[in-house]
């Protein structure tokens, strides 16, 4: 008689996913191998057949995941409404403070393996491309020239790329104290303390 064991992960696709996510985001994309997949979670080989054709299928899939949830939500962020400009970046701000928008270990990690992979980095620049677009929109929308716009989106670019390489480890309380000082740096305006405090307030930051 088999004896189930309860802590051991059902053998559903998102388990997989996660799996090899850990495991990408730990090591790279060499390491991801259905055998020591399979052995990390106490699964057997056949299984990982019942939801993907191969490798290749899953290396996909997490592809496809970056690709809706890092650029599909900055994009969707940066057009979500906004009274004013400071509105509008605070509103992609949010990206950088809610993994579940934007994960910057899995952006990392698909910047690290495209360096390797053509056609990987045929779709990173793509997606870097609608990123670009995305946030010179916001730009426009409020007024900005077109190649100031453009500059203003290059800066907060190449800024997020920034930390996302260097792996900056902020406290929370850090980071939004430094984002209204980014805020004026990208607009060149400052935003005003109303501003902040309804930002602020909407991720439970209590303001003096």
Same mark, same amino acid.
């Given at each position: 008689m088999n004896v189930i064991d309860p802590s051991?992960? $059902?053998a559903t696709e998102d388990v997989w996913l996660k799996a090899a996510y850990d495991v990408l985001t730990? $090591?790279?994309v060499e390491a991801v191998k259905i055998m020591p997949l399979a052995k990390r979670l106490g699964l057997t080989r056949t299984s990982f057949y019942w939801h993907f054709k191969d490798r290749d299928?899953?290396?996909e899939a997490m592809i496809r995941h970056w690709e809706d949830t890092n650029t599909g939500n900055l994009v969707t962020r940066c057009n979500a409404y906004a009274a004013n400009i400071f509105e509008a970046i605070f509103n992609l701000f949010d990206c950088w403070l809610d993994d579940a928008l934007f994960d910057s270990r899995l952006d990392l990690a698909i910047r690290n393996w495209a360096r390797n992979d053509p056609s990987l980095q045929a779709r990173l620049d793509q997606a870097d491309a609608r990123r670009k677009e995305a946030m010179e929109g916001i730009f426009l929308r409020f007024g900005f020239a077109p190649a100031e716009a453009?500059?203003?989106a290059l800066t907060m670019i190449y800024t997020q790329i920034g930390y996302i390489s260097m792996q900056v480890t902020e406290s929370r309380e850090e980071r939004f104290g430094r984002m209204p000082g980014? +805020?004026? +740096?990208?607009?060149?305006?400052?935003p005003s303390k109303t501003d902040i405090e309804r930002f602020v307030a909407r991720h439970g930051i209590a303001t003096s």
């Amino acid at each position: 008689m088999n004896v189930i064991d309860p802590s051991r992960p $059902s053998a559903t696709e998102d388990v997989w996913l996660k799996a090899a996510y850990d495991v990408l985001t730990e $090591s790279g994309v060499e390491a991801v191998k259905i055998m020591p997949l399979a052995k990390r979670l106490g699964l057997t080989r056949t299984s990982f057949y019942w939801h993907f054709k191969d490798r290749d299928a899953l290396l996909e899939a997490m592809i496809r995941h970056w690709e809706d949830t890092n650029t599909g939500n900055l994009v969707t962020r940066c057009n979500a409404y906004a009274a004013n400009i400071f509105e509008a970046i605070f509103n992609l701000f949010d990206c950088w403070l809610d993994d579940a928008l934007f994960d910057s270990r899995l952006d990392l990690a698909i910047r690290n393996w495209a360096r390797n992979d053509p056609s990987l980095q045929a779709r990173l620049d793509q997606a870097d491309a609608r990123r670009k677009e995305a946030m010179e929109g916001i730009f426009l929308r409020f007024g900005f020239a077109p190649a100031e716009a453009e500059i203003r989106a290059l800066t907060m670019i190449y800024t997020q790329i920034g930390y996302i390489s260097m792996q900056v480890t902020e406290s929370r309380e850090e980071r939004f104290g430094r984002m209204p000082g980014y +805020v004026e +740096v990208f607009t060149g305006q400052k935003p005003s303390k109303t501003d902040i405090e309804r930002f602020v307030a909407r991720h439970g930051i209590a303001t003096s």
